[in-house]
């Protein structure tokens, strides 16, 4: 009855009943049961059919011939000719229904999402997470014979879900046959907009006609019978889309039929709830994943016309990169993003493993990991070791990766040439030859951020990777952003994780040290800008000069393991060396100078002033804590220079402006002090 086949492919299944095309059983979506449970749980007095629940990366093709109006297999053709792809052709599963119909098997991106159906394409449903299909070897409830396979293969196709999701949006016509969406400054949820929808009650009337209900529509509101109606006494068992408080209804006069609750109006979301044995979470999330419920926010949203067909995804690749994208969604969307577990789930998540190491000691599949330096010390010519060590297998400073590691690098700083000749320094004098185990790519001059980097991973197959290099940071900052705004860095931090995680790969970022000496400062406190930059990162890894010339203190401090001794290492060009028995002292910070104070002060009077375009005496002195009158003189000074102006206003304090942006015309209208 079952055939073999998924158990072969590790699909959950769940029995049906006799009469129904739905499984009669709470939370169907989410059991866990396999093809040895169903095997058991059969009966044949009880059952005819076995559902198969999809997951995310499935996607099947619903051909309906039931309508003559609606040619399921016509529309099939035209969405083909459409997409250029013969999709009954590339299908490598189909299970024929002795119906005439049939069901094509594909693979999809889990992250896509398509909508159920198309009204361009009538006849076709396109079934995924939350939905079942009739497995081969089920019997049909009306039509004689069983469903079988047509094409069989222990593979599914993958499907170009791009391209058949642009050719589902009905985006242009989103006014008339899109959801009806209300907005009243708070969110529109899907189980509202579902019931206030003339396309949620049709999409009702389906789902009903599916399971044996029969309907009138001669009447208004529309009579329906429930399957296997017997009482003479009446013509119908409830009625259908009559409105009631702002929504479409149903009522129930029926004993005899127990999907519905009798003798009371309830929402056609409850209607649908109750029809498939859902949760009224599961049914929230189902009805949100075909388009109903939307939450707008006209400040950030310009694509409006994609948020109205309830493409979530799509507007969180189009937010700004510097905002909290996912604060802009609904918080159904967010749920559904965000696993909650208890306790007791901990274990079987983790099995009691922790994520294994990419580099022992130092980085794990999933991290990202900051290298520190000032400029021109030799960082770039460290990277290069690393990269060639890992791709090679081979340690490096004391640190060793388990295996040869596929290694990307990109480089935002050098010319290719310069990149290619550092590059064969570095492997001839280590003797190494990684082959397809190390890629490059350079980025000089082509002003990409980090959200192109991530679409240049996408292109290139990020997940082939296991080390990725991003040299240098400062340089895939989004236009605009600092690297002093904190916000601003944990986002970007949140950017690289998400980098990380999705393509089961380790990132690693090079950055440069704030101006001075080092020798004093934390290790978390060592790089220039803001201090998420190392408070969001897994590891972060400094090198610092030594007491003694040439050598350099490596210090490195771990999120997720036991943080490794310092190491002191030198530059032995072009190679960088452990120094054996050179211990790890740090060289110490020297006092300012008297005229090296003055500068910091006077820079910072610069920056107070650039910051907030126009401010007082007063105001920079209560903020540094330098006296008003040592402020006046700094700014006299720096006046001079021509790094700000000093407005003096009768009665008034002085004004402290920065003149870097201001129209020549307005300066001049200015009277310095």
């Given amino acids: 009855m079952i055939d073999e086949y998924y158990g072969e492919l590790g699909s959950r299944l769940v029995c049906i009943k006799k009469g129904t095309k739905s499984p009669n059983r709470q939370g169907w979506p989410s059991i866990q049961d396999r093809y040895e449970d169903v095997i058991k749980e059969y009966d044949p007095s009880q059952h005819n059919k076995v559902g198969w629940i999809l997951d ?8 309906d011939t039931h309508d003559p109006k609606k040619d399921g297999y016509e529309s099939l053709a035209r969405l083909s000719k459409e997409i250029g792809v013969d999709l009954y052709d590339n299908a490598t599963v189909i299970v024929k229904s002795p119906s ?11 992250d896509v999402k398509l909508p159920k159906s198309c009204e361009k394409y009538a006849g076709l449903d396109f079934l995924s997470l939350g939905c079942q299909v009739i497995t081969a070897g089920s019997y049909h409830d009306k039509e004689p014979g069983q469903y079988s396979f047509e094409k069989k293969s222990d593979w599914l196709s993958a499907v170009p879900v791009e391209k058949l999701r642009d050719a589902l949006s009905e985006k242009k016509d989103a006014l008339t046959t899109g959801p009806v969406i209300t907005y009243d400054g708070s969110e529109c949820r899907p189980g509202d907009d579902f019931s206030k929808s003339q396309r949620g009650l049709e999409y009702l009337i389906g789902e009903m006609e599916s399971e044996g209900y029969t309907f009138n529509r001669k009447y208004d509101p529309i009579r329906f019978s429930h399957p296997n109606k017997t009482d003479p ?7 259908l889309g009559e409105w009631v408080n702002g929504h479409y209804s149903l009522w129930n006069f ?8 009798q003798d009371t109006s309830i929402s056609i979301f409850a209607a649908l709830k109750f029809l498939k044995g859902w949760s009224w979470h599961e049914t929230t999330l189902y009805l949100a994943d075909m388009g109903f419920g939307v939450q707008l926010d006209v400040q950030d949203i310009k694509e409006s016309v994609d948020l109205w067909t309830g493409r979530i995804d799509d507007f969180l690749q189009e937010a700004p990169e510097t905002k909290n994208k996912f604060d ?38 999933g991290e990202v990991m900051n290298v520190i330096a000032a400029p021109k010390v030799g960082k770039s010519w460290l990277v290069y070791n690393l990269a060639l060590s890992t791709a090679c297998g081979r340690e490096f400073l004391g640190y060793r990766a388990n295996k040869n590691l596929n290694v990307l690098l990109i480089d935002n700083e050098l010319h290719w040439e310069e990149l290619a000749w550092r590059m064969q320094q570095v492997a001839s004098h280590m003797n190494a030859s990684p082959g397809d185990s190390l890629k490059i790519s350079c980025l000089r001059g082509m002003d990409i951020s980090l959200k192109g980097v991530e679409k240049l991973l996408d292109e290139l197959g990020a997940d082939q990777f296991d080390l990725i290099i991003i040299d240098a940071l400062y340089r895939v900052l989004p236009a605009g952003a600092s690297e002093n705004d904190n916000a601003q860095m944990t986002q970007l931090y949140n950017h690289l994780d998400k980098i990380a995680g999705k393509s089961s790969s380790a990132v690693i ?3 440069h040290t704030s101006k001075g000496q080092q020798g004093s400062k934390d290790v978390t406190d060592v790089g220039a800008g803001a201090g998420a930059i190392s408070r969001a ?13 040439p050598y350099f203190v490596i210090d490195a401090l771990t999120r997720s393991g036991q943080s490794p001794e310092p190491i002191v290492a030198e530059l032995d060009w072009p190679l960088w060396l452990v120094a054996e028995d050179v211990l790890p002292e740090l060289k110490q910070d020297a006092p300012p100078s008297k005229e090296e104070k003055k500068q910091t002060n006077l820079d910072l009077c610069v920056q107070i002033v650039m910051r907030d375009s126009e401010t007082t005496l007063k105001e920079i002195s209560d903020e540094t804590g330098i006296p008003e009158s040592t402020v006046r003189t700094y700014c006299k000074e720096l006046q001079e220079d021509g790094k700000l102006t000093m407005v003096k206003r009768p009665y008034k304090p002085t004004i402290i402006r920065d003149t870097s942006n201001v129209p020549q015309s307005q300066a001049e209208e200015w009277q310095p002090e």
């Fill in 233 to 239: 006494n009446h013509d119908h068992s409830g009625n």
């Fill in 509 to 511: 970022c090079i950055h």
């Fill in 100 to 110: 005439g119909g049939a069901h094509l098997y594909f693979w999809k991106d889990p």
């Fill in 56 to 63: 995310a990366e499935h996607l099947v093709i619903d051909i």
């Fill in 328 to 365: 802009q969604l609904p918080s159904y969307e967010i749920a559904k993003r965000v696993e909650c577990r208890t306790f007791d789930e901990l274990n079987d998540l983790s099995g009691g493993l922790r994520r294994p190491y990419v580099i022992e000691g130092l980085l794990r599949v």
């Fill in 537 to 549: 990162a897994d590891t972060h890894l400094v090198i610092r000069p030594h007491r003694d010339e």
């Fill in 254 to 261: 029926s004993s005899s039929d127990s999907t519905f609750p």
